[in-house]
């Protein structure tokens, strides 16, 4: 059985129905990951914060999404609130918006712990201090006393991470975790989540615009374009031949490094003509 | 000291920039020297904090320098008033990384758009009368956006478009210069390349002067074919793009060049 299996979801706003997710439908092995591309407003994230169950109530799901045998969709708070962070957990893009400001890193980091597992603040400590150590923070007792501004970006979002994995999840959800950062940063974030998902076997949903970043990540990506995915197969494939034109135009334009500096770039418009404008 | 010649578009010598915060001094520009000739595509790389979006600020005179000295088509433009910077709001033209808050909101874009041409201090250094709806005609034009942009809001375009009103807006006084600050980090992958390109273009149409800061060194080497690069308030390295690229000086413009992700096809 697949740890998570998403079926035909459907994902509309308000009361005019915009439709963000039209009828999705993927599935994930223990221990896999899947990078899910798209530009702004494809639905990537959208289908994300389903499977999260962090959808606002003015969103209308249709479809089904198992995670670990368990119904999502129409799950109630209590019962997503287990799941969360246990089971599936999640980094942002922003990590000054995702940690508390007012609160000490290693504080937030053990609250994620204490909150599921119940765990006395001592030994928490320790726990999150390792953790801490484990996504590459040096000096972690000095990362864990700090406030998140006394931290560089880099350092917030490796914090981040140390809170998505404390509790060991059978799923992490990136969406976009290093478009925020420097090159450099980005680099250093991207090796530290190959390595501690390897050494955890956490699965891993990665979602972002940046197909060198996501393949740097994963094995398995799918394209997402209005809604629907028109794309799947493995990064190999996939980036090596492409079949849908728009991947191929996404492709193309993603290669800046082999274009000819002041030439012409490919854009996707080249390959596609019913791209969403950017 | 010799003054300037008069054919360096930009001097600066030993330009200088601390700041206070929260009661530490820190010194975001370090003595750095830099000339600039006219026609020139100018890149300035570096990780965050390194100075370069200071050094681009002390250009613009958008900020002035703790120390040391600018210089703009001869003219020294260190300690100038505002009111004395007309010739260099009107020559220089800024564009910054992200276009939802670069752009006001509660304007529309026409008014966006012909903002700098109702500037004062602008309005006296341009030698004719603008014909402000000629102008905004031409820009929307320029930057491939529709005739009928002007009448709506920032928010009804998408990233991509927004980026270009932005640059419209820069380009509406006609000016030498322009210095685009990270003009593409905070777009998709697929609008970047389509930016890139209307960047290279405009460029190579209007004889633009270009500087252009950024983190992602791939962009660089594409616009540009000078290369400065900056690490802590200094540029550590400076040459063509080509040559830098081809072989980095510093271990640290190594590292930036190795950070670039690329696709790795050939599987983990």
Not at chain 1, 77 to 91: D, Q
Request: with cysteine.
């Amino acid at each position: 059985m697949s740890l998570l299996d998403v079926r035909d979801l459907q994902v509309s706003f308000g009361r005019s129905r915009t439709e963000a997710v039209r009828g999705v439908s993927f599935s994930l092995a223990a221990g896999q990951r899947l990078g899910v591309i798209g530009e702004s407003g494809s639905g990537k994230t959208v289908t994300a914060l389903a499977v999260m169950g962090l959808l606002p109530e003015y969103a209308h799901v249709a479809g089904s999404v198992r995670l670990g045998g368990s119904e999502i969709v129409g799950l109630d708070e209590s019962g997503l609130a287990r799941l969360r962070g246990n089971t599936v957990s999640m980094v942002f893009q922003e990590p000054m918006t995702a940690l508390d400001p007012t609160m000490r890193v290693g504080r937030q980091v053990a609250e994620v712990l204490r909150l599921h597992q119940g765990a006395e603040s001592g030994p928490a400590r320790q726990r999150v201090i390792a953790m801490l150590d484990e996504v590459g923070l040096d000096d972690p007792e000095r990362v864990a006393d700090a406030f998140p501004h006394q931290l560089s970006g880099g350092q917030r979002q490796r914090a981040i991470l140390a809170m998505a994995l404390i509790n060991s999840p059978d799923l992490v959800i990136c969406d976009e975790p290093t478009t925020a950062l420097d090159v450099t940063v980005q680099a250093l974030v991207l090796a530290k989540l190959d390595e501690v998902l390897d050494a955890s076997g956490a699965a891993c949903l990665f979602i972002s615009h940046d197909l060198a970043v996501v393949s740097q990540v994963c094995d398995q990506v799918l394209v997402m374009l209005d809604g629907r995915i028109v794309e799947s197969g493995t990064v190999d494939r996939l980036f090596t031949a492409p079949e849908h034109p728009y991947t191929r135009g996404l492709v193309a334009t993603a290669q800046l490094d082999r274009a000819e500096p002041g030439q012409r770039l490919p854009t996707v418009d080249d390959f596609y003509a019913g791209a969403p404008h950017g | 000291m010799a003054e300037p010649r008069a054919d360096h578009l930009y001097r600066a010598e030993g330009l200088t920039r601390r700041y206070r915060n929260g009661g530490r001094d820190v010194l975001a520009l370090d003595a750095v020297d830099l000339s600039l000739d006219r026609g020139h595509r100018l890149g300035i790389v570096g990780e965050s904090g390194s100075g370069k979006s200071t050094l681009v600020r002390l250009l613009a005179g958008l900020d002035h320098p703790s120390a040391g000295r600018v210089w703009f088509e001869g003219t020294e433009i260190t300690d100038l008033p505002e009111k004395r910077l007309g010739f260099l709001r009107a020559s220089v033209q800024m564009v910054f990384q992200d276009p939802r808050s670069s752009l006001n909101p509660r304007m529309r874009v026409s008014d966006i758009i012909t903002e700098p041409l109702r500037s004062r201090l602008v309005r006296r250094q341009l030698t004719d009368r603008v014909d402000q709806q000629r102008r905004l005609a031409e820009v929307l034009a320029a930057v491939d956006l529709p005739a009928d942009a002007g009448g709506r809001y920032p928010h009804e375009f998408s990233g991509g478009q927004r980026q270009r009103i932005a640059i419209a807006r820069a380009l509406a006084p006609d000016p030498e210069v322009l210095i685009a600050d990270e003009p593409v980090s905070a777009l998709d992958v697929s609008v970047r390349a389509q930016v890139l390109n209307l960047l290279t273009d405009l460029v190579a149409a209007r004889g633009l002067t270009l500087i252009v800061v950024s983190h992602d060194l791939m962009v660089v080497r594409h616009l540009c074919d000078q290369l400065a690069v900056m690490r802590q308030g200094r540029i550590i390295e400076r040459g063509a793009t080509s040559s830098v690229y081809a072989d980095p000086q510093t271990g640290y413009t190594r590292a930036l060049l190795e950070a670039v992700p690329r696709i790795r096809a050939e599987g983990r």
